[in-house]
């Protein structure tokens, strides 16, 4: 038998299925059956086409397409059965080991050619009011003294570090940042939802514990007596944190509206993190437009039954808002609704205390500039300006290339793949005036202790970063 019709035989191969012009795929029996011609003549058809491909393969015809080499793989017989009029490649998709290209290996350069205009630094002096500094760089001073370089260069004057905690834990932070860089870091507060209870037991936490909130709003009180600046929400609140019963703590819990009037009272801000990205509350399937990151971190996932639809936290943290009008609220991450800031701006609209921030979420705004740009300018004198750092100099270089710039299709972080969404971003070059609000007036008016910081850091500029200081 001919490679052929070994071929052939193996495979009952459709003649109509076969590229017209891969004449070492053809059978010729099941021609001859088709049309039913006596049982000699497909023999000798068969031989003539054997003689004719041969005479193909020598070469002898200057036509001979490419699509004639066929895999030789029998692992693949499926790929005879194509129609395409080419056999499909021989190499394999990805160029290494024989799969498919997998998600996690796509690493596309981009072959666009448009005019860059990276950015070293800030144009204007920055209040970063979202950084963690306990969280990330704890108890490590080399770091610490190495990012206040880094905020020199990028003409950063101070960080708002939301990690302080209460009780031992906000006086260690304030030693570690204080000692040397008073000037350079404002310190907000936790609530000690716990408290002395075992963590695996909710019904032994301090919150359920008759007088918590009261408790609560002495030991703010003593913080803010000692020079701290407001009180930091984190995103278990409404997602983790437990009641005796088991059922998640609801944010708006009336429970808690004595802290919230307190902070009213000692002028503090409260930046408060509910929910997360949309998509983090859908299933993690092929619609999803993180599953990349999802699928490397499947405990990010808010989806299913044990969790509260991401409407209703964010409609409880709004009544919360509504409910104190004199206390100002600080949406963390754009009140975590940048997929929708339509509705972020009938938020601002309906509560006159609330202020949003765009921590990690420069990829969000950045894949709508036109839309985050209007928005932005729409509502200069509510946003500030947060990042979720420390992060490496790399990625808050893409935050003043985004706000300052009309660059396009850039990365959003120095990682890859880009840890937040597999897209790129494009700058919205934002007039100075809003820039000067959102890097630092905003702040300024809404936190205590920014504007006497700012103030020295503007007398006194870091002698390492050759930026001029504007006005
Ligand atoms: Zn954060």
């Not at 004639?68 to 021989?90: A, H, L, Q």
């Not at 979202?130 to 960080?159: E, P, W």
């Not at 309906?350 to 420069?362: D, G, T």
């Not at 103030?455 to 050759?466: I, Q």
Request: aromatic share 10%.
């Amino acid at each position: 038998m001919t490679a052929a019709q070994t071929r052939c035989s193996r495979k009952n191969v459709s003649i109509t299925r076969v590229p017209p012009r891969s004449f070492n795929n053809l059978c010729i029996f099941p021609i001859a059956r088709a049309i039913a011609l006596p049982p000699m003549v497909p023999a000798i058809l068969g031989v003539f086409v054997v003689l004719l491909s041969m005479s193909i393969a020598n070469g002898q015809s200057p036509e001979r397409p490419e699509s004639t080499e066929t895999p030789k793989s029998t692992e693949t017989p499926e790929s005879v059965e194509t129609d395409m009029p080419f056999s499909p490649p021989v190499a394999p998709l990805d160029g290494r080991d024989g799969r498919e290209l997998l998600l996690r290996n796509f690493r596309p350069q981009s072959q666009l050619r448009v005019p860059a205009h990276p950015r070293t630094h800030a144009a204007f002096p920055v209040v970063d009011v979202h950084t963690h500094f306990y969280y990330k760089l704890r108890g490590n001073s080399q770091a610490i003294d190495d990012f206040v370089k880094l905020m020199d260069r990028n003409q950063i004057a101070l960080c708002v570090s939301l990690d302080g905690k209460l009780g031992n834990q906000l006086d260690a932070h304030m030693k570690e940042l204080w000692t040397d860089y008073r000037d350079r870091f404002v310190i907000f507060a936790n609530i000690d939802w716990q408290g002395d209870g075992a963590a695996d037991d909710p019904a032994s936490w301090d919150c359920h514990r008759r007088g918590f909130a009261e408790r609560t709003s002495e030991k703010l009180r003593d913080a803010v007596s000692r020079g701290v600046s407001g009180l930091k929400i984190f995103k278990r609140f409404g997602l983790g944190y437990k009641n005796p019963d088991g059922s998640l703590i609801k944010i708006d819990d009336p429970r808690w509206d004595p802290i919230w009037q307190t902070c009213g009272e000692l002028e503090i801000p409260v930046i408060i993190h509910t929910a997360d990205p949309a998509a983090f509350f859908d299933p993690i399937d092929e619609t999803n437009e993180r599953w990349e990151e999802l699928s490397r971190h499947p405990d990010w996932s808010f989806y299913g039954d044990k969790f509260p639809s991401r409407d209703s936290l964010l409609a409880d943290r709004n009544r919360v808002i509504a409910r104190h009008p004199k206390t100002q609220f600080i949406g963390a991450h754009m009140a975590n609704n940048s997929e929708d800031l339509a509705t972020v701006g009938q938020w601002l609209d309906q509560y006159p205390n609330l202020w949003v921030e765009p921590a990690s979420r420069i990829n969000e705004l950045g894949r709508q500039p036109y839309t985050a740009r209007d928005f932005i300018i729409r509502y200069a004198d509510r946003i500030l300006f947060g990042t979720d750092g420390p992060w490496p100099e790399a990625r808050l270089r893409y935050y003043w290339r985004f706000f300052e710039t009309r660059d396009e299709n850039f990365p959003y972080s120095e990682k890859v793949p880009p840890p937040q969404g597999m897209w790129t971003i494009d700058g919205i070059d934002l007039p100075d005036d809003v820039l000067k609000k959102i890097y630092h007036e905003n702040a300024a008016k809404l936190i205590p202790g920014v504007a006497e910081r700012l103030a020295a850091f503007r007398r006194d500029p870091p002698a390492t970063n050759n930026r001029k200081v504007s006005q």
